[in-house]
């Protein structure tokens, strides 16, 4: 089986600082793969690298075989901020991805509208961003990714900036869309409880400059419930995780402490 | 337990109710204000020109040194009747108009270029920072040397008077546009065409609004200011025979109508902001 997405021996430096070495992993079709890392792990280079807006110093980015060399409607992206245009009704934002790359055609927004359902955000078109809770906002991010019809999605922190409950409640939510189609997804995360919860394989990246630690492959049944979150068996998943990344997340934290601030 | 209902929390429904919500479109989710409220205005700008009145008339009694209300109106009335206001508003609306349309365009045309290339800011910012904080109004008299006496001189008065906020706002709305829209659109295959009209340019719109805003004000103050110096008609052309000649419901007349046209106008481009962006002016939800 061949990977829907390749990072194949990815180096970056920006002058003297070294970013990512030699960083390598792959996803199959259907997987859903997390990437879990401490600060300085260069996940925002790895990011805009696949999505095409940076250009690696050696190595690649495949899709589907094919190297990726400029953004593309075969990647949908789900950004931890919200990143919907205040000025744009949630219609309009849903769209955004299809009218940029000129794709609004019958099919494709009366697919948008099938989405939005499935957000459960059907009757919320006219609304403006600002008026819809931070939760909501996620929902139409999710969308509108997925709205493109992406080959994988990559999903940036999406839920960090939510409260504990509705992040919980986001995940969820997540699975039951991401069963309707099981896209192939990349999720960046720095819960390794959310990544437990949502993965199929953890993929843990190592810091300054980042590579990949190691893959955790995640055994735990589908469609899963919140209550698996209190198994003994999801515990044991998040302290082997946190045990590799240990010692990064010390180093960083003291790394912070000694920076001047500012 | 951990079942949906009870972790259903915070107005974040996991499933939203059937029932189609209505979006908030203007005021309507906002706070109403009670017509007390407006009736406040009322009294006092009617309160206030009674006080005038009476002091006017009662305690003063020179028109010389305090005209009445009364009086500018009936000079107002003489005026119209004569067709020469008209001519004078005519004369000044014109300039006035010209005059800003040009500095609008001006001002969004060279604030593009400072915001998106270094090398155009670089050489047009020293001049601009210098002479948006120059009272350029002072060489009205210069202008009116170089243009001669018509209309022309006038507005390239209100140009250079206009133009300068609008500018300076103009850049700064660009700049301002929150990098992760950007980051965002790119990702999504916007092309830096795109990123432009799609993303900073409507980013920018609340600047450029509040740069309209200061550009009216100032070229309202242009056209008076430039009359002054050499004029065959318009408010100021008015307003300093008026001076001359020690008439002062005449010059009031001018004075008034000038408040008046600033309020209006500036009530106009707030409505038309209003129209151009809802969601600025929707309840944010809490």
């Keep these: 089986m061949s990977a829907k997405l390749s990072v194949s021996n990815l180096h970056k430096s920006f002058g003297d600082l070294q970013v990512l070495r030699d960083l390598n992993f792959a996803i199959d079709e259907h997987e859903f793969v997390a990437v879990v890392g401490p600060s300085g792990c260069g996940k925002t280079t790895l990011l805009r690298t696949i999505a095409g807006i940076e250009t690696s110093d050696s190595g690649s980015v495949m899709i589907d075989g094919k190297v990726v060399t400029k953004p593309g409607a075969d990647r949908g992206f789900v950004f931890q901020q919200d990143s919907l245009l205040p000025w744009r009704t949630i219609w309009k934002n849903l769209i955004f991805g299809l009218e940029v790359n000129g794709q609004l055609n019958d099919a494709n927004l009366k697919n948008a509208k099938q989405l939005l359902k499935l957000v459960g955000l059907s009757g919320f078109e006219q609304f403006y961003p600002n008026q819809i809770s931070g939760g909501m906002r996620q929902r139409v991010n999710l969308a509108r990714a997925l709205a493109l019809n992406p080959q994988v999605l990559i999903m940036d922190e999406p839920f960090s900036a939510l409260d504990a409950q509705t992040r919980e409640m986001m995940q969820l939510e997540l699975l039951r869309i991401w069963q309707q189609g099981r896209k192939t997804v990349l999720f960046i995360t720095h819960q390794i409880d959310e990544a437990v919860f949502l993965a199929d394989r953890i993929v843990v990246l190592g810091r300054r400059p980042g590579w990949v630690k190691t893959t955790v492959p995640i055994d735990l049944p589908r469609p899963r419930e919140l209550a698996v979150k209190r198994t003994a068996k999801f515990g044991a998943y998040v302290d082997e995780v946190w045990n590799l990344i240990e010692n990064d997340v010390r180093a960083s934290i003291s790394e912070d402490a000694q920076a001047p601030v500012g | ?286």
């Design chain 2, 1 to 286: 337990m951990m079942d949906r209902a009870s972790t259903q929390l915070k107005g974040d429904p996991a499933i939203p109710s059937q029932a189609a919500p209505t979006p908030a479109t203007g005021r309507s989710r906002a706070k109403r204000t009670p017509a007390s409220l407006y009736w406040t205005s009322v009294a006092s700008v009617v309160g206030g020109l009674l006080l005038w009145e009476l002091a006017g008339r009662f305690i003063v009694k020179k028109a010389l040194f305090l005209t009445t209300p009364t009086q500018i109106v009936e000079a107002t009335i003489g005026l119209v009747a004569a067709n020469e206001l008209q001519r004078h508003i005519a004369a000044s609306g014109t300039e006035f108009l010209i005059g800003l349309v040009i500095a609008i365009f001006l001002g969004i045309a060279i604030g593009f270029a400072m915001a998106s290339n270094r090398y155009a800011k670089r050489a047009l910012g020293p001049w601009v920072a210098a002479l948006y904080a120059t009272p350029t109004i002072a060489i009205s008299p210069l202008i009116i040397l170089w243009a001669g006496i018509d209309i022309w001189s006038k507005v390239i008065v209100v140009v250079i008077n206009a133009v300068f906020p609008m500018i300076i706002n103009t850049e700064a709305g660009l700049r301002s546009t929150d990098k992760q829209l950007i980051e965002a659109a790119r990702c999504f295959g916007c092309s830096r065409w795109q990123v432009f009209t799609k993303v900073s340019l409507p980013s920018a719109v609340p600047f450029l609004f509040a740069g309209m805003k200061l550009a009216i004000g100032r070229a309202l103050v242009a056209v008076v200011v430039a009359e002054l110096f050499g004029s065959r008609a318009g408010l100021g052309f008015l307003l300093a025979q008026a001076s001359d000649a020690f008439n002062m419901p005449l010059l009031f007349v001018s004075v008034v109508l000038l408040a008046v046209t600033g309020m209006v106008l500036t009530w106009l481009v707030g409505a038309v902001e209003r129209w151009l962006m809802p969601w600025r002016y929707t309840a944010e939800q809490d």
